[in-house]
């Protein structure tokens, strides 16, 4: 798409709740720049006990720096805590670690915004000046006229709405009979039939039918055929193993990512609670490969919900946990983004 160019606060806000999908609740949000340049962004909650500054502001560095490219960053602090008349702003001693932080790899902050429930200001105003203005000024920025206009949308919240899925019986018994069917073949044959299908799927341009929705349910039962399933979504030719960690020289194909994304809520309406759990976490490691680092724990927690034994949901979980990124979103080149022009 054609780069769009920010020129103030509004169009940044607006930027940041597009590319996000949603509104942020007390979080920071941080955006890496090379000379003007867009690259990573970064929402993280914010600390929410005093005294742990400094390693918050290291984590939140660590993941920053991984865009080797960046010379600095705009950032937005988002929190339902006021200033209050003559104090200076909320988190203040959060961005003074990270100022000093960000300054030891040589990335400077260039500019930062306050957003609390009604409004928003510069984040380095002085105690008392008031030069806020009101967030609903955020929907007549060019670029949020902008991403409407393409059909994007800014959800109030990130919590995880699902579908309602199927609960007919006869729905869960079709799947059970098409497991048997595939456990009685050789395992490789198994494997390609999956793929045939899968590939297939991809490459259309309408959702599947009933019965085959059942058969790719069946499919990711098994964990085998799952890994290869999903090493096929990206469209890249590389070793199996490099695609499902991300880190492939080539950048994923990401309109066929988004595709398999939404072909597997399609699945997932059409399944039982039983077989729910590997449908989620696919799509939940999909949001990781994204950077939605936070709609794919909500996933992982979905899917352990329907199975508390779902290994791949645990460990994928465990993953997310200990902060680690995919390896696409740490280079502007393969990560998934929307590209805009800064001034």
Not at 199 to 211: A, Y
């Amino acid at each position: 798409m054609n780069a769009l160019t920010i020129k103030d606060p509004a169009d940044l806000l607006s930027f940041i709740g597009h590319t996000l999908g949603f509104w942020p609740q007390e979080s920071l949000v941080c955006i890496t720049l090379d000379k003007g340049k867009v690259g990573a962004t970064l929402r993280i909650d914010l600390p929410r006990e005093p005294g742990t500054e400094l390693p918050y502001a290291r984590t939140v560095s660590s993941y920053l720096t991984s865009d080797t490219s960046a010379t600095s960053i705009v950032f937005a602090l988002y929190t339902s805590h006021y200033c209050e008349p003559g104090q200076p702003k909320p988190h203040a001693a959060t961005i003074a670690a990270l100022t000093g932080v960000l300054a030891e790899n040589g990335i400077t902050i260039r500019d930062g915004i306050f957003v609390d429930d009604n409004t928003y200001s510069p984040y380095d105003s002085e105690p008392g000046q008031d030069i806020s203005l009101p967030l609903s000024t955020t929907e007549y920025s060019r670029v949020n006229a902008e991403f409407i206009y393409r059909g994007s949308t800014i959800e109030p919240t990130n919590q995880i709405v699902l579908p309602a899925s199927a609960q007919e019986a006869d729905h869960a018994i079709a799947v059970e009979n098409l497991m048997n069917t595939i456990r009685a073949q050789a395992p490789r044959q198994a494997a390609e039939q999956a793929r045939q299908l899968w590939t297939t799927m991809l490459e259309c341009n309408d959702f599947p039918t009933d019965t085959e929705c059942a058969t790719l349910i069946a499919n990711f039962q098994f964990p085998h055929i799952r890994d290869r399933l999903m090493a096929d979504i990206p469209g890249i030719d590389e070793p199996p193993q490099h695609i499902l960690f991300a880190q492939t020289q080539t950048a994923p194909k990401w309109s066929r990512v988004e595709w398999a994304q939404q072909l597997l809520l399609h699945a997932y309406t059409r399944t039982s609670p039983q077989h729910a759990a590997p449908i989620l976490t696919t799509i939940g490691y999909i949001s990781w490969w994204e950077g939605r680092g936070s709609k794919a724990h909500q996933y992982m927690q979905l899917a352990l919900d329907t199975d508390p034994g779902y290994r791949f949901a645990r460990l994928t979980d465990q993953m997310l946990g200990a902060g680690i990124i995919a390896g696409w979103n740490t280079n502007k080149n393969t990560a998934y983004k929307t590209r805009l022009d800064m001034p």
